[in-house]
């Protein structure tokens, strides 16, 4: 039974109230209660109220935030900053946060307000994805009532766990208030939306809540993967070798990851000490590159989108990438069924490494570690790079392309690779096509023949690796003296050949047995195309 077909098909309130919670009572509570109130409109059988945990007496609103509110034609004269108190949760039948932590709070003074306490952003989530309709007619007061009731059985995290925050930004500047605000303004938006609207004729839905900073930041951590080792091998082929000892020096490491004693053979040259190549996995991490174990692990693989095998030949004449979506179905040793992500959160690049040997029977050599921003810093660096979008690119909630062929910044090629909707074998093919386009772009005569370009996109790329303890500078150097003849042309990505298998209701993402089979053992033997 859908949540819709449990509730009536007309409901009445005869009153309702929702509380608005924040840190202060001077920051997004306010903010969120204004313009709730002003989006409900004026109704007496609907009140709405905002509080803080910790409150001065006299706390003044914000000369940014007051500046925000009136250009929404939003007054704040006659606010008086209240202390939140139990007795306005259990009064209240919808209380909403600016964060989780804050939730937590209010959960844990009043526990039985478990299943009507959410984040703003959080519930403005679920409401929008149960639509107007799924709502009973009724008044509005009766209509919050019942999205109250049917948005706990809809609960889920987010795939970044801060895009159901809203910041406090007393301590930022005024780009920090306006940041947060556009995400207390978005929430809201998307709640009226689905209380207001006519259930048969509901009308589009507003623009989604603006991710977070550090969703924004971060969410695309392994696209940035995909590129920096590879970037790294490719920019030392532009001329920049001098550097390479300046470029190891810059070189984060972490400790050995290969604890494995089960493992696949290693490579067997055709000749008695010739050359063999070399198989490199790259992973996320979060904020700088992440050198330590325990939560890091965890949070860099929740904002993993590809998990890559970066395989230079053996005789240097060619770099293969793979490109395998983190939600790939494996056997993670120690734990079972699980995913490449879930290896990456339970034990770091140790079991990752250990998950990916046993799902392809392919020797890792070393592991890379990379942030979301060098990617981005990359494209712009190049001035943008040419993509053919398949439909219109949105980027907080404003169209900056339509369908078609493009330049885009690091900012945009970031926000296309995302997408709303875009499932993670989409994610991982997006985040294929703009490596080939970086990689183009790299043999474009205006930037090969620029030894300047080169150094400096050597710098920001080199600045935000880490790579495992055994990588060391001997061996680094070599490589990257062996594949400085290449060009960007020989460098192709390679998606892994995936299929989706479904049991009753659950979906899994499997690798498709055949050409996987087939794809993993030109890679084991040194014969991909």
């Known amino acids: 039974m859908s949540p819709s077909e449990a509730l009536p098909s007309l409901a009445v309130a005869s009153r309702f109230e929702v509380l608005l919670v924040g840190a202060t009572n001077a920051g997004p509570s306010l903010a969120a209660e204004r313009l709730l109130r002003a989006r409900l409109g004026a109704d007496d059988a609907v009140t709405v109220t905002s509080a803080g945990i910790r409150v001065a007496p006299d706390d003044p609103v914000p000369e940014p935030l007051r500046t925000l509110l009136a250009r929404e034609g939003v007054a704040v004269e006659g606010h008086d900053p209240r202390v939140l108190s139990t007795t306005m949760v259990q009064s209240a039948g919808l209380v909403l946060t600016a964060t989780r932590a804050q939730r937590s709070a209010v959960v844990y003074e009043v526990p039985d307000a478990v299943r009507r306490t959410f984040t703003l952003c959080e519930l403005a989530r679920l409401a929008t994805s149960l639509g107007p309709s799924a709502l009973p007619v009724g008044d509005v007061a009766a209509r919050l009532s019942a999205l109250a009731q049917t948005a706990p059985a809809l609960r889920s995290p987010p795939r970044v766990a801060e895009d159901d925050d809203v910041s406090d930004p007393a301590a930022l500047d005024r780009r920090g208030y306006e940041t947060s605000f556009d995400r207390v303004r978005a929430a809201v938006d998307g709640i009226a939306w689905t209380v207001l609207s006519p259930p048969d004729e509901p009308g589009p839905p507003p623009p989604a809540v603006p991710p977070s900073s550090l969703s924004h930041r971060a969410r695309n951590i392994a696209v940035a993967v995909v590129g920096s080792l590879v970037l790294l091998v490719v920019l030392a082929m532009g001329g920049a070798l001098v550097v390479a000892g300046a470029l190891d020096n810059r070189l984060e490491r972490f400790p050995d990851p290969f604890t494995a004693t089960d493992r696949p053979a290693p490579f067997t040259p055709a000749e008695v000490g010739g050359s063999a190549p070399v198989t490199i996995l790259v992973l996320g991490s979060t904020d700088d590159v992440g050198t330590e174990g325990g939560q890091v692990?965890?949070?860099?693989?929740?904002?993993?989108?590809?998990?890559?095998?970066?395989?230079?030949?053996?005789?240097?004449?060619?770099?293969?990438?793979?490109?395998?979506?983190?939600?790939?179905?494996?056997?993670?040793?120690?734990?079972?069924?699980?995913?490449?992500?879930?290896?990456?959160?339970?034990?770091?690049?140790?079991?990752?490494?250990?998950?990916?040997?046993?799902?392809?029977?392919?020797?890792?050599?070393?592991?890379?570690?990379?942030?979301?921003?060098?990617?981005?810093?990359?494209?712009?660096?190049?001035?943008?790079?040419?993509?053919?979008?398949?439909?219109?690119?949105?980027?907080?909630?404003?169209?900056?392309?339509?369908?078609?062929?493009?330049?885009?910044?690091?900012?945009?090629?970031?926000?296309?690779?995302?997408?709303?909707?875009?499932?993670?074998?989409?994610?991982?093919?997006?985040?294929?096509?703009?490596?080939?386009t970086i990689l183009d772009r790299l043999g474009d005569n205006d930037v090969r023949r620029d030894p300047a370009t080169w150094l400096r996109l050597l710098g920001v790329v080199s600045g935000s690796v880490a790579v495992d303890e055994g990588f060391d500078r001997s061996e680094l150097v070599g490589l990257l003296t062996s594949v400085r003849h290449l060009g960007p042309d020989d460098v192709r990505v390679v998606p892994v050949p995936t299929t989706v298998v479904t049991t009753g209701d659950s979906a899994t993402l499997v690798p498709e047995v055949g050409p996987f089979d087939t794809l993993m053992d030109a890679l084991r033997t040194d014969t991909l195309d």
């Not at 993993?304 to 979506?325: E, F, G, K, N, Y």
Request: overall charge negative; hydrophobic content about 45%.
């Open 297 to 436: 692990w965890t949070a860099a693989a929740a904002q993993t989108d590809v998990v890559t095998l970066v395989h230079v030949s053996a005789d240097r004449s060619s770099v293969r990438v793979i490109a395998m979506p983190p939600d790939l179905s494996a056997d993670v040793p120690g734990s079972g069924p699980g995913t490449l992500r879930s290896a990456f959160a339970l034990g770091g690049p140790a079991s990752a490494v250990q998950t990916v040997e046993r799902l392809t029977d392919v020797r890792v050599d070393h592991v890379a570690l990379a942030d979301s921003e060098t990617f981005a810093r990359v494209t712009d660096g190049l001035g943008g790079v040419e993509v053919d979008l398949d439909g219109s690119l949105v980027v907080n909630g404003r169209q900056v392309a339509p369908a078609g062929p493009h330049r885009l910044t690091g900012e945009e090629a970031l926000a296309w690779v995302r997408g709303d909707g875009v499932d993670n074998v989409s994610r991982a093919q997006r985040s294929a096509v703009w490596l080939r």
